[in-house]
């Protein structure tokens, strides 16, 4: 499983934030791992410098074998928030994904 970390020009792009977040993907989707062959992690500052509530918002893409991309979002006040709440978004919408799946083909 590759995992991509990008960021926006209002987030600085450090090689500790990029290991949390990629300790943080590979640990929270470790029953996933041998289906997803990549995952792309967009962190975003949506108001710039003027801060706000939930301006922080975290894209989560995971491209799983045979199927299209998943891709799920988090807004909240900071990156490990926002980054939490879309590992957690992710792992129910890839339980679903794989349930169906195990629903259509029971001996895979």
Known sequence: MTIQVNTDKNIESTENMEAYVTEKIESGFTHFAEKITRVEV???DQNAEKG?????QCKIEARVQGLQPVLVESKNDTMHKALSDAINKMQAALRTVFGKMQEKH???
């Not at 706000?52 to 922080?56: A, H, N």
């Open 42 to 44: 967009h962190i975003t």
């Open 52 to 56: 706000g509530v939930d301006d922080i």
């Open 106 to 108: 029971p001996n895979k």
